[in-house]
């Protein structure tokens, strides 16, 4: 668990993981305003909930195909 804190994106997958980020954080929660809601709280555990999601799907090679 210690080696998602110290993960360094790879050059080639930032784009890619800025523009799901956006799109989990900032889009999807536009388009149902009365259901997601969010606090500063809750965008923190939801950006935190993606960052290691992204980080299991990155080292398990998902997004390699």
Same mark, same amino acid.
């Given at each position: 668990m210690m080696n998602?804190?110290?993960?360094?994106?790879?050059?080639?997958?930032? &784009?890619?993981?800025?523009?799901?980020?956006?799109? &989990?954080?900032?889009?999807?929660?536009s388009l149902f305003p009365d259901k997601y809601s969010f606090n500063i709280t809750q965008s923190a555990l939801n950006f935190i909930c993606y960052d290691i999601l992204y980080y299991f799907l990155l080292t398990k090679g998902y997004f390699d195909r």
């Open positions: 998602w804190l110290f993960y360094t994106l790879p050059e080639n997958k930032r &784009s890619h993981y800025f523009i799901c980020l956006w799109i &989990s954080l900032v889009f999807i929660p």
